[in-house]
C-alpha cells in the first residue's frame, strides 16, 4: 500500500510559479513511477508529468514542457512538480499517482491540492 498526500496549491496570478508536493507513504518508494495529473471543472483528468522510480526519465505533457519540472527525492519519499509561468488554463485540482514497476496504470492515488491561476 503506498499512501499520497498531495501540498503546495493556491491561488496566484498569471506568470507566477508554484511548487506541488507529494509525500508518499512506503519502505519501497523508488520502486514507484510517479505521475502528475489535473482536472479542471467540468472536464477529463489529464496527464501532466511522469518520472520514473529512479529519477531518471521523465515525461510531460505537450503543453507544460519547458515549464514544468517534475522531481523526486527517493530519500525522503518524496515528489515534486515546480510549474512556472502559470496561465489561466493551469486552473485544477493536481493529484499525484504511483504505480508499480511493470504496471501501466497507477495504483494509487492521492486527494488532490487546487491550483487556481488568475488572470
Known amino acids: 500500500q503506498v499512501q499520497l498526500v498531495e501540498s503546495g496549491g493556491g491561488l496566484v496570478q498569471a506568470g507566477s510559479s508554484l511548487r506541488l508536493s507529494c509525500a508518499a507513504s512506503?519502505?519501497?518508494?523508488?520502486?514507484?513511477?510517479m505521475g502528475w495529473f489535473r482536472q479542471a471543472p467540468g472536464k477529463e483528468r489529464q496527464f501532466v508529468a511522469r518520472?520514473?522510480?529512479?529519477?531518471?526519465?521523465?515525461t510531460y505533457a505537450d503543453s507544460v514542457k519547458g515549464r514544468f519540472t517534475i522531481s523526486r527525492d527517493n530519500a525522503k519519499n518524496m515528489v515534486y512538480l515546480q510549474m512556472n509561468s502559470l496561465k489561466p488554463e493551469n486552473t485544477a485540482v493536481y493529484r499525484c499517482?504511483?504505480?508499480?514497476?511493470?504496471?501501466?496504470?497507477?495504483?494509487?492515488w492521492g486527494h488532490g491540492t487546487q491550483v487556481t491561476v488568475s488572470s
Open positions: 499517482a504511483a504505480r508499480a514497476r511493470g504496471n501501466h496504470s497507477y495504483d494509487y
Open positions: 512506503g519502505r519501497t518508494f523508488s520502486g514507484y513511477g
Open positions: 518520472i520514473s522510480g529512479a529519477g531518471a526519465i521523465t
